[in-house]
């Protein structure tokens, strides 16, 4: 069974920098498009970003590109999220998520229980 | 604002039927996948429809999807008081490159 684990949340003033990171374990990592996932509290989900089989297959919300910048490391079944400029509206809870089809773009079978960035002076 | 648009909330009874609808347009829904996700309090969201209309396994009959032109629905037959949550259908959207969720419903379960 796929099992994802985020970490790397926490306090962070407006301007500054926080790097996240998902550890997988259960699937063959490589072979499938990972993707972070954010819930503001109180509000709905929203896609960040997504990476699929190679560098060409990166996606990114606009409301986080040219700030935000995905990863993965295969060799080490992790995704990473570095999130630069934060500002107030990146606070949320982040959620990793594996979809569920090769290296298509969307639909998540599974996500990890997610980690908490506040971004407050 | 978000691209799918879904009633803030919907109410039925115990034992009854609801619907949930997902609008979106042909750059989203008209042309991809919808996928329905379901978010018990305190909890990361779980899958309940990929495809449209497939369960994955373990999640029972009383869940379904549909979907006709730029619209998709999700029912839930049989409601139970442990059905309350926040409902969210999602696709990919085309024309941004980006996968796209709906505001989300919840359902209370009367």
């Known amino acids: 069974e796929a099992q994802l684990l985020e970490s790397g949340g926490g306090l962070v003033q407006p301007g500054g920098s926080l790097r996240l990171s998902c550890a997988a374990s259960g699937f063959t990592f490589s072979s499938y498009t990972m993707s972070w996932v954010r819930q503001a509290p109180g509000k709905g989900l929203e896609w960040v970003s997504a990476?699929?089989?190679?560098?060409?297959?990166?996606y990114y919300a606009d409301s986080v590109k040219d700030r935000f910048t995905i990863s993965r490391d295969n060799s080490k079944n992790t995704l990473f999220l570095q999130m630069n400029s934060l500002r107030a509206g990146d606070s949320a809870v982040y959620y990793c998520a594996k979809v569920l089809r090769g290296y298509s773009p969307d639909q998540f079978d599974h996500w990890g229980p997610g980690t908490l960035v506040t971004v407050s002076s | 604002q978000s691209v799918l648009t879904q009633p803030p909330s919907v109410s039925a009874a115990p034992g009854q039927k609801v619907t949930i609808s997902c609008s979106g347009s042909?750059?989203?829904?008209?042309?991809?996948?919808v996928s329905w996700y379901q978010q018990l309090p305190g909890t990361a969201p779980k899958l309940l429809i990929y495809d449209n209309n497939n369960r994955p396994s373990g999640i029972p009959d009383r869940f379904s999807g549909s979907k006709s032109g730029t619209s998709a629905t999700l029912g839930i037959t049989g409601l139970q008081t442990g059905d309350e949550a926040d409902y969210y259908c999602?696709?990919?959207?085309?024309?941004?490159?980006?996968?796209?969720f709906g505001g989300g419903t919840k359902l209370t379960v009367l």
């Open positions: 999602g696709t990919w959207d085309s024309s941004l490159s980006a996968a796209v």
């Open positions: 990476f699929g089989g190679s560098d060409t297959s990166i």
């Open positions: 042909t750059s989203n829904i008209g042309n991809n996948y």
